[in-house]
């Protein structure tokens, strides 16, 4: 048997355990099912004595303060995890779970933070990819709600928050489309027919306008790549997950708000766009 070292590290402490439950898994039957039994009894009785413990000195207002201190030492802290004494808070392990999915929600220009957990539901908030209605969208939004439901018992039911719009200054020409006499002289420029817009593509309309319509939502932008100003003519529109992809450098844009999913605070420039008779027009001037 090996001594007990004073001050053993966690780490070691965690090794020799591992060690021990692989040599018990070795055993015959007999002497497994033996051990096993000396195992939960010696378990029973370390966790009925630190109950003890515990619940005399948080009724101690002397001992309640060291009490608080031993939780944050990493052993005391892992032996009444173990025990079931104390419990991370839903908050925690909702966020554990979170981080686990998040690589894959990144991997399809998605994202997700959580917002809140109150009376067993938790609350989040989906970003890119994750926020629509497309068949990938939908799957992202059943990732998240399994990896919580099945993480956090806590956690019962998974609500989606709609996104807190982002402060944006709208020329007030651009909210009411007024017919003017010359409405090229205010910066505004006709660029197409609406029914001559493909849906499901990207248009170059000059060389400064792209046009994109996502299931009939039309957007413009103009038509440089925040990386390195580069024409996106050849952009690849992604319409199940939304994203307009870069063909130079493969930077990957929202294709509704023109918000980089690659890197964060990049923007494409988003042009003014109305409808009105049947014709697109696009704001390209002050």
């Known amino acids: 048997m090996t001594d007990l070292q004073e001050g053993a590290d966690l780490e070691t402490l965690a090794r020799r355990v591992d060690d021990a439950l692989a040599a018990v898994a070795g055993l015959d039957p ?10 939960a009894a010696l378990e029973e009785i370390h966790r009925a004595g630190l109950v003890t413990i515990v619940t005399r000195m948080r009724a101690d207002d002397a001992a309640r303060p060291l009490l608080f ?29 979170l981080a686990a999915v998040r690589p894959q929600l990144h991997s399809h220009g998605g994202d997700v933070t959580l917002d809140r957990v109150a009376d067993g539901v938790a609350f989040v908030r989906l970003e890119g990819a994750c926020n629509g209605c497309s068949m990938s ?4 939004r059943e990732l998240v709600e399994s990896a919580l439901l099945q993480a956090v018992p806590a956690i019962s039911a998974v609500e989606v928050l709609p996104n807190e719009p982002t402060p944006t200054i709208i020329p007030i020409e651009s909210v009411s489309f007024r017919r003017a006499a010359d409405p090229e002289a205010e910066g505004w420029v006709r660029v197409a027919r609406a029914d001559a817009v493909p849906v499901g ?25 925040a990386h390195e100003a580069l024409p996106l003519d050849n952009a690849v529109l992604d319409v199940s997950a939304g994203t307009l992809t870069c063909p130079w450098h493969g930077f990957c844009y929202d294709a509704s708000s023109g ?16 409808v009105e008779d049947g014709d697109v027009w696009v704001r390209v001037g002050p």
């Open 201 to 225: 593509e990207v248009s170059v309309h000059g060389s400064d306008v792209l046009v994109v319509n996502v299931d009939q939502r039309l957007s413009a932008y103009r038509n440089e790549c």
């Open 137 to 140: 969208s939908v799957t992202l």
């Open 30 to 39: 007999a002497a497994r099912t033996a051990a096993e039994e000396l195992r």
């Open 69 to 97: 201190d031993l939780v944050d030492d990493p052993v005391v802290r892992m032996l009444l995890t173990l025990h079931g004494i104390i419990r991370p808070d839903p908050v925690t392990l909702a966020e554990r779970a």
């Open 259 to 274: 918000e980089c999913l690659s890197a964060p605070g990049v923007q494409l420039e988003q042009l003014p766009l109305r």
